[in-house]
């Protein structure tokens, strides 16, 4: 695996001082798909979010978003890879780190390139790397409700 993510989570101590408790390089790498790796970095449950206890946030179990929670991701999208249309029941926040990606909609495409950032609001589309470099894209995924347009609701797929 080519994604290295280091990842510093702070807490407290026993005393109610602030402390670091995780400094290391993301665990969890995986690929679901050729041409793409990704790593949760961290996720939550319930709003608002409890931030009691020792629990890693990296470990809980989820699928692409998470019910009533957050997801912080970190994904590498090689040159060519396939794409996924896809549309997840969450407002996505996306920073472009390194790279550029092509965002297909419904009819039209958007270049991200380094430094760009994107809300992406319940809509499908897919992720095209056009490319010769690796695309890193950190994502934090926010559960939402399902979206309704043109007196129709559009749930996750894909």
């Known amino acids: 695996m080519n994604l290295k993510v280091r990842r510093v989570v702070t807490g407290h101590d026993a005393s109610g001082r602030a402390v670091v408790k995780i400094d290391e390089v993301a665990k969890n790498v995986e690929s679901r798909r050729a041409g793409i790796e ?22 809980l179990p989820l699928g692409t978003t998470r019910e009533n929670g957050t997801v912080f991701r970190v ?18 926040y996306a920073v472009v780190i390194s790279g550029s990606i092509d965002m297909e909609l419904d009819g039209e495409t958007v270049t991200l390139r380094a430094g760009d950032v994107l809300i992406q609001r319940g809509t499908i589309h897919n992720w095209v790397n056009r490319g010769t470099e690796p695309c890193l894209i950190a994502f934090v995924l926010v559960s939402a409700k399902p979206v309704t347009a043109g007196g129709r609701t559009l749930a996750a797929e894909g």
């Not at 996720?43 to 931030?51: C, K, L, R, W, Y």
């Not at 994904?75 to 996505?92: I, L, M, Q």
């Open 38 to 59: 990704s790593a949760v970095v961290w996720s939550t449950h319930g709003f608002p979010v409890d931030n009691d206890g020792d629990a890693d946030g990296s470990a």
């Open 75 to 92: 994904v590498r999208y090689e040159p060519g890879v396939v794409p996924r249309r896809h549309r997840t029941d969450s407002v996505d």
